[in-house]
């Protein structure tokens, strides 16, 4: 049975592969608090054809990326609905320092209109850093295949199939995602560093960020993470 006390936000930062997805599932599940994705939240609104969706629509329909306020909006909503009432975790937001900044005066906005214990889901963000080494990170990535027919995943690295290339269970050829591709990975980490690893300095200076080592085993990342959401100072 999932934890009910008030957790407050809770922020997963780590490049591409460090293993914020599945941590996130974790502690979604044992705390019963929403993992919230800005990628599914705009689907989820164009998907319903809410105001915002609409607007996000036709934008995409440009080719245009989606102005950064219209995910603004999209994220105040959904951190205002009844699940998040005793906190949440984003992924994938926020991606910038302006977006942290939002953020922050976000929650102090929420906490000054409710009462103690609204507050405390308010808090300012417990930040979890999954840190990986790059080479260890690109391996993860650009070593994973999948099988078209029954969606298993290998690692040529970590873990290979039994005959290289294919399946062991429906002997089908393996496939590489396009952004599994080492010439695609290599860019998606030099956009990571380039975009997001300044949100490290900036929760850094603030003493809200806790590094994990992502390179341990899932079990031993989630004790860490668990206890950095148990026992950090929100203050």
């Known amino acids: 049975m999932a934890n009910e006390r008030i957790v407050g936000p809770i922020i997963l930062l780590g490049a591409p592969g460090a293993g914020k997805g599945t941590q996130a599932k974790l502690i979604a599940k044992t705390f019963g608090i929403p993992q919230i994705s800005t990628g599914d939240l ?12 609409i607007k996000a629509k036709a934008i995409m329909g440009t080719g245009a990326l989606v102005p950064d306020q219209l995910v603004l909006d999209m994220v105040t909503g959904r951190l205002r609905e009844a699940d998040c009432e005793r906190g949440f975790i984003l992924d994938g937001f926020p991606r910038t320092v302006p977006q942290a900044e939002w953020l922050d005066k976000f929650l102090e906005t929420e906490r000054e ?27 993860r990535i650009a070593g994973r295949r999948s099988c078209p027919s029954c969606g298993r995943i290998y690692n040529v690295y ?37 975009q997001t690893l300044p949100l490290v300095d900036y929760y850094g200076s603030r003493g809200r960020l806790v590094v994990v080592d992502g390179d341990q085993p899932v079990e031993e990342v989630m004790r860490q993470a668990f206890s950095a959401i148990e026992h950090v100072n929100r203050l």
């Open 113 to 139: 209109s409710k009462d103690a214990a609204c507050k405390a889901a308010c808090a300012p963000p417990v930040v979890i850093q999954l840190q990986v080494d790059y080479a260890k990170l690109f391996e």
């Open 158 to 194: 970590f873990q290979p199939p039994k005959v290289e290339g294919t399946c062991d269970v429906e002997g089908a050829t393996l496939i590489c995602r396009p952004d599994d591709r080492e010439d695609v990975v290599k860019e998606r980490l030099k956009a990571y560093e380039a």
């Open 42 to 53: 705009l689907r989820d609104n164009v998907a319903r054809q809410t105001p915002l969706g």
